[in-house]
């Protein structure tokens, strides 16, 4: 018997590409069918828990949540995810630490557009973030019969206008700047005035953003305006965003099913290179704490038919044997027996289909699919 913790960087560096494939995914195919099988009875003792990220994964997770709830509800959905998605909020760093990255020009970028992601990707998030200033507006000047929020609204972006235009008339490389964003939009159906009025909307909107949304967030406003838009989705929602770190989402959520001792199975989310681990995890997690729940895990595909896709071969021996080190160094995962996984002679039975380059994989004989990789 070889477990997974007792892989060695040279063991891991010497798998073959179907042990990759075997070792990664095939111990999820059980949960799928298992999963796949559920009546609503079993699902009402189920909680389908989605762990957080930037918004494109996000969005497949999101996707294969609402797939599955078409079929039954849960009895619980879980969205887990604090700050983390800014790329800077890692665990352990100091106050002082976060500042220092804050205020570097990587950081400005890479949140800007990560902050673009999610509006570009469900312009929803921008809607719903209006709304929820106005209903702060609304509370913190419920005495006010001077204005309403949109009056508000359009008053401050009037005189960040004036702001702005005083430093374009000041500042050379300000205006460049500024033109050259308004060259980037179809300058022919819109004006410069009308441009920059979005602009400014638009930025007070990615403050709030980054200042008060966590991926729970992201994920309740998500769901709330995209995939249960009509309210029929009955399932009891819950937010959980404290969580940097897989251990952490199964912690949070484990202590959130405390409060419902008839859920029986905790259903777990992710994509396929990357569910595993955050199944060990969770066990490991749920071992700890004396839980007796039942730890599931749910594949969110890349697209319709396909697992997930990589560049080339190195990037498919890259990404995976990075993942199987993670399982096998972090001392948040579980332990698991590896043995037949590692003796399998082919990509295993009812994986995922995979795209490696131009070429399909997939363990079902097919004259667009190969069998071995």
């Known amino acids: 018997m070889t477990m997974l913790k007792e892989l060695t960087e040279d063991k891991i560096l010497k798998l073959s590409n179907t042990q990759l494939y075997n070792l990664t995914f095939a111990p999820l195919i059980p949960n799928v069918k298992e999963i796949d099988s559920f009546t609503q009875k079993q699902m009402d003792e189920s909680a389908i828990c989605v762990y957080g990220a930037t ?143 979005a602009y400014i909307k638009e930025s007070f909107i990615r403050q709030f953003v980054l200042n008060r949304c966590t991926e729970a967030d992201f994920m309740q406003i998500i769901w709330n305006k995209v995939y249960n838009k009509d309210g029929n989705i009955k399932s009891n929602t819950v937010r959980e965003g404290k969580s940097f770190v897989t251990c952490e989402n199964a912690e949070n959520c484990l202590q959130i099913l405390q409060d419902y001792p008839d859920i029986k199975n905790l259903i777990v989310i992710n994509e396929w290179p990357y569910l595993l681990r955050a199944v060990l995890t969770t066990q490991k997690v749920a071992d700890r704490l004396g839980s007796n729940i039942h730890i599931m895990g749910l594949p969110a595909d890349r697209s319709e038919n396909l697992g997930f896709e990589f560049r080339d071969i190195e990037d498919y021996r890259n990404l995976l044997i990075t993942q199987i080190r993670k399982m096998v160094t972090y001392p948040d995962v579980g332990d698991m027996d590896i043995t037949e996984y590692l003796n399998m002679n082919q990509i295993s039975p009812d994986g995922p289909s995979i795209k490696i380059g131009n070429r399909m994989y997939n363990a079902i004989k097919s004259e667009n699919y190969d069998r071995q990789l």
């Open 55 to 197: 918004i494109k994964p996000i969005r497949r997770r999101m996707e294969r949540l609402a797939k599955e709830v078409k079929k039954h509800n849960p009895k619980l959905i879980i969205f887990s995810g604090g700050f983390g998605w800014d790329g800077n909020n890692f665990k352990g760093a100091s106050s002082k630490e976060l500042e220092k990255t804050w205020k570097t020009k990587t950081y400005q970028s890479r949140v800007n557009k990560r902050i673009s992601d999610v509006i570009h990707t469900y312009p929803e998030v921008a809607q719903a973030i209006i709304e929820k200033m106005k209903e702060m507006w609304n509370k913190d000047n419920k005495d006010s019969s001077e204005q309403d929020f949109n009056t508000y609204l359009n008053v401050f972006i009037e005189e960040v206008m004036e702001d702005y235009v005083q430093k374009m008339m000041n500042d050379k490389q300000f205006e460049e700047h500024l033109m050259e964003l308004y060259q980037k939009t179809d300058t022919d159906k819109v004006d410069f005035v009308t441009w920059l009025k």
